[in-house]
């Protein structure tokens, strides 16, 4: 099916406080020049509205557009769409699923991954104290990397992790097979592989079953001194325990794109701590230039009648 040659009928509302609204409109216009892509603040009839492309709108965003076909998260997490109650009945919803995307956030995994590999944290430490400290570097496949979620986005970075030669496991709630990773399945498996990190990449989807997985007594199963990285939602960590053990070193480093809050609160202890590495929930963002296409892809299809690609389930949450 030929985007470009679908004239949708209706309009698409856009939202986010975070994403530019006029890059998005240009790179949709240029997949479907007729599409008539709006704002939310600039909505004249609600009810003109077919499809909309957004991140964390408010509540009740929804309740006012009687004629939404489609809606499309503006990312590859949709947690922010899980029980809500303006969701209208038989819309449905999909994901981003941009291999840019991908590759920007297995771009940030190797980065924060190598970083504690090879002990940066603690040389930079050193560099405050002005003090050449010399510390051997290790071979790379002594050095045990647990990545916990196999999705898309989880499924390339542990590629890439293990083209490094650095030991991979993998975990997630169903099989999974990828090459050159042990991959493990299952809630029976999750703690034998948290017990064998040096290093554990948090990359699941948040759900119920998910929300406060990372809890005190799983994050004491990681061997002394490991560090974490999270770069998927920050409620599946338990950030008070996670904190208490930074400070006790039983986690020696964290880096950290997502917390509990966002924005992180100015007076949390993270921001201090010398062993964390903080960024503002940016490892993987949708691109407006790759994405569109997929996205006109599906207005194609819904406006023919037919089922989107990458549609989610909201009672799943992924």
């Given at each position: 099916m030929?985007?470009?040659?679908?004239?949708?009928s209706?309009?698409?509302?856009?939202?986010?406080?975070?994403?530019?609204?006029?890059?998005?409109?240009?790179?949709?216009?240029?997949?479907?020049?007729?599409?008539?892509?709006?704002?939310?603040?600039?909505?004249?009839?609600?009810?003109?509205?077919?499809?909309?492309?957004?991140?964390?709108?408010?509540?009740?965003?929804?309740?006012?557009?009687?004629?939404l076909?489609?809606?499309?998260?503006?990312?590859?997490?949709v947690d922010s769409?899980?029980?809500?109650?303006?969701?209208?009945?038989?819309v449905?919803i999909?994901?981003?699923?941009?291999?840019?995307?991908?590759?920007?956030?297995?771009?940030?995994v190797l980065?924060a991954?190598?970083?504690?590999?090879?002990?940066?944290?603690?040389?930079?430490?050193?560099?405050?104290?002005?003090e050449?400290?010399?510390?051997h570097?290790?071979?790379?496949?002594?050095?045990?990397?647990?990545?916990?979620?196999?999705?898309?986005?989880?499924a390339?970075?542990?590629?890439?992790?293990?083209?490094?030669?650095l030991?991979?496991?993998?975990?997630?709630?169903?099989?999974?097979?990828?090459?050159?990773?042990?991959c493990?399945?299952?809630m029976?498996?999750?703690?034998?592989?948290?017990?064998?990190?040096d290093?554990?990449?948090?990359?699941?989807?948040?759900?119920?079953?998910?929300?406060?997985?990372?809890?005190?007594?799983?994050?004491?199963?990681?061997?002394?001194?490991?560090?974490?990285i999270?770069?998927?939602?920050?409620?599946?960590v338990d950030?008070?325990?996670m904190?208490?053990?930074?400070q006790s070193?039983?986690?020696?480093?964290?880096?950290?794109?997502?917390?509990?809050r966002?924005?992180l609160?100015?007076?949390?202890?993270?921001?201090?701590?010398?062993?964390?590495l903080?960024?503002?929930?940016?490892a993987?963002?949708?691109?407006p230039?790759?994405?569109?296409?997929?996205?006109?892809?599906?207005?194609?299809?819904?406006?023919?009648?037919?089922?989107?690609?990458?549609?989610?389930d909201?009672?799943?949450?992924?």
């Amino acid at each position: 099916m030929n985007a470009s040659n679908t004239t949708p009928s209706g309009a698409m509302v856009f939202y986010s406080q975070f994403d530019d609204f006029s890059a998005w409109k240009q790179a949709l216009r240029a997949r479907m020049p007729h599409l008539r892509v709006l704002h939310a603040d600039d909505i004249d009839d609600p009810a003109d509205i077919h499809y909309a492309l957004a991140w964390k709108p408010p509540a009740g965003f929804f309740d006012r557009m009687p004629n939404l076909r489609l809606i499309v998260n503006l990312g590859a997490g949709v947690d922010s769409l899980v029980g809500r109650t303006d969701l209208p009945a038989g819309v449905p919803i999909t994901r981003i699923t941009d291999p840019r995307m991908a590759r920007m956030m297995a771009g940030y995994v190797l980065f924060a991954t190598l970083r504690h590999a090879r002990d940066i944290p603690w040389f930079e430490q050193a560099q405050r104290r002005g003090e050449w400290a010399y510390r051997h570097p290790r071979s790379p496949e002594d050095t045990r990397v647990a990545v916990l979620g196999l999705g898309e986005l989880g499924a390339c970075a542990a590629h890439e992790l293990q083209r490094q030669g650095l030991t991979v496991l993998g975990w997630s709630r169903s099989p999974r097979q990828i090459a050159g990773v042990q991959c493990h399945a299952g809630m029976e498996t999750l703690d034998a592989v948290i017990s064998q990190a040096d290093i554990l990449v948090v990359m699941l989807p948040l759900t119920p079953q998910t929300r406060g997985l990372l809890n005190r007594a799983r994050l004491e199963k990681l061997p002394r001194g490991a560090a974490l990285i999270n770069v998927a939602r920050g409620a599946l960590v338990d950030q008070a325990a996670m904190t208490a053990l930074l400070q006790s070193g039983h986690i020696g480093a964290a880096t950290l794109d997502v917390f509990e809050r966002e924005p992180l609160p100015g007076d949390d202890p993270l921001w201090r701590m010398d062993n964390v590495l903080i960024t503002p929930h940016l490892a993987s963002v949708a691109i407006p230039a790759s994405a569109a296409a997929q996205i006109a892809e599906n207005i194609a299809r819904v406006s023919h009648g037919d089922a989107p690609a990458n549609q989610i389930d909201p009672a799943r949450g992924y």
